[in-house]
C-alpha cells in the first residue's frame, strides 16, 4: 500500500530585528537603491544580541506553530528532517537539537545540508518516508541565522546585503487519496560548480579552525560564503524553469494548470523572469524576498506558511515550489493542496 503526503500544517519565525537597506548603507558601501534595483529587497530580519536566536531556537519556534496549524500533537510526530547551511554546531547538527528543545521522543532527526534546495529535498525525504507508510506525521524545519557569518563590510557586499535570517516549518503527513497532497519531487546537483557559490573553510578538505587562527590572515576571505552572483544568476534562470517543466511534466500538466508558484526567494529578478516565462499573473507567484531577504533554506516554508495565512492555498490548488542554489543543487515539488 502506498500513499501520498500532504501539508497538513505550516509555521513560521523571524527575528524581530528588522534591518533595512539604509541601516547597510550606514556600515558599508551600499544603497537602498542598488539593492531594491538588483535584488527587490528592502529589509531583512538579523538575529540581536541577547535575543536568544540560533539556527535551532528559530527552527523550534516554526515548528511550534506548524504543530498547531497541523492541529497535531508533538507526540504524534515521527520523524524530523532539518535543512540549513548555517547549524548550530559543526556537528551534530540541529535536528537532534530541534528533537531535544521541542521536547519530541527520541523519533529519528535528519540534517540535510543542500542550502537554497535544502528545503525541497527535505520535503522530498520526508514525502519518501510517507510514501511507503514508514512514517505518518514528519516535521520538516528550514532554518538559518546567516547574519552573524557575513562580512559585513564594504568587501563582502555583494553577498552580505542578500541574505536574512528566519526559520519555517511544515508538518508532511499521510495522505490516502493520491491524487492529492505531494504529487512528484524533481531533485538535482551539478558539483562541477560547487565553488560559485560556497563557504570553503572551515573544512576538513581545505583548512581546519585551528589553522586559519594560526595565519591570522585578515585578508583571509575563505571563511565568508563566495558567490560568483552573475554566474548563479544565469543558471539559476535556467534551472529553477526546466525543474518545473520537468515536474509538470511528469504530472501531465502545464503551466495553466499553476495556482501558486513560490519559487526560494534569491532575487526577486529571478522569480520575475519564471514568472514571466510561464505566463503566471502577480497573484500566481508569491514574493516575500523584499521583507526577509534570502533566508536559504527558510525560504520556502516562511513564503509557505505566509501564502497559507494570507488565504491564498485552496483544496485542489496547484501549488509549485522550486528551488537553485549552492552545490549547485536544484529542485522541485509539486503539489495539489488539499
Ligand atoms: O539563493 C541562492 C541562489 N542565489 C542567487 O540566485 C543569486 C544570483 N545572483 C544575483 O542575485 C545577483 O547576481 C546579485 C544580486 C548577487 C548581484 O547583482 P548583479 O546585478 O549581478 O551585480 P554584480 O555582481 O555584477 O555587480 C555590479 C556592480 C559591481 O561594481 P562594478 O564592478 O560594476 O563597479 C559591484 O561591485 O555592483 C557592485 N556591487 C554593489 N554595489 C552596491 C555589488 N554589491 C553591491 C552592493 N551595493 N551591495
Redesign the pocket.
Known amino acids: 500500500m502506498m500513499y501520498n503526503s500532504r501539508i497538513s500544517g505550516t509555521g513560521y519565525y523571524v527575528p524581530e530585528h528588522v534591518v533595512t537597506n539604509n541601516d547597510l548603507a550606514d556600515i558599508m558601501?551600499?544603497?537602498d537603491e542598488?539593492?531594491q534595483e538588483?535584488?527587490g529587497i528592502r529589509e531583512r530580519r538579523h538575529v540581536a544580541k541577547g535575543d536568544g536566536n540560533t539556527t535551532a531556537s528559530m527552527g523550534v519556534k516554526a515548528a511550534e506553530k506548524a504543530i498547531e496549524s497541523a492541529g497535531i500533537d508533538r507526540d504524534d510526530i515521527d520523524f524530523v528532517v532539518f535543512a540549513t547551511l548555517s547549524p548550530d554546531y559543526y556537528f551534530p547538527g540541529p535536528g537532534v537539537q530541534l528533537q531535544q528543545d521541542l521536547g519530541l521522543k527520541t523519533v529519528g532527526a535528519l540534517d540535510v545540508r543542500n542550502q537554497?534546495s535544502g528545503f525541497i529535498y527535505a520535503l522530498s525525504v520526508a514525502d519518501q518516508f510517507i510514501k511507503t507508510g514508514m512514517y505518518r506525521h514528519v516535521l520538516v524545519v528550514g532554518s538559518e541565522l546567516h547574519s552573524l557569518g557575513l562580512d559585513m563590510t564594504t568587501r563582502g557586499?555583494?553577498v552580505s546585503?542578500?541574505f536574512g535570517d528566519g526559520a519555517g516549518a511544515v508538518i508532511l503527513s499521510r495522505e490516502e487519496d493520491r491524487s492529492k497532497g505531494v504529487l512528484s519531487t524533481h531533485l538535482h546537483s551539478q558539483g562541477e560548480h560547487a565553488k560559485e557559490?560556497a563557504l570553503i573553510a572551515p573544512g576538513m578538505g581545505k583548512r581546519w579552525v585551528t589553522q586559519i587562527l594560526e595565519e591570522n590572515d585578515p585578508d583571509d576571505l575563505s571563511y565568508y560564503p563566495y558567490?560568483n552572483?552573475?554566474f548563479?544568476?544565469k543558471h539559476?534562470v535556467s534551472r529553477f524553469r526546466e525543474v518545473i517543466v520537468e515536474g509538470l511534466e511528469k504530472n501531465k500538466l502545464t503551466a495553466s494548470d499553476i495556482d501558486l508558484l513560490i519559487p526560494?526567494q534569491?532575487?526577486l529578478?529571478?522569480s520575475q523572469f519564471i514568472q514571466q516565462k510561464f505566463g503566471l499573473s502577480d497573484e500566481q507567484v508569491f514574493n516575500n524576498i523584499q521583507r526577509y531577504g534570502?533566508t536559504?533554506a527558510a525560504s520556502i516554508p516562511i513564503a509557505l506558511a505566509e501564502a497559507r495565512e494570507a488565504g491564498k492555498l485552496k483544496e485542489g490548488d496547484l501549488l509549485v515550489l522550486a528551488a537553485?542554489?549552492?552545490g549547485f543543487t536544484w529542485g522541485s515539488a509539486i503539489v495539489r493542496w488539499s
Open positions: 558601501d551600499t544603497s542598488w539593492i538588483r535584488t537554497c557586499r555583494g546585503v542578500i557559490l558567490m552572483g552573475q548563479v544568476f539559476a526560494h534569491a532575487n529578478r529571478i534570502n536559504t537553485f542554489g549552492s
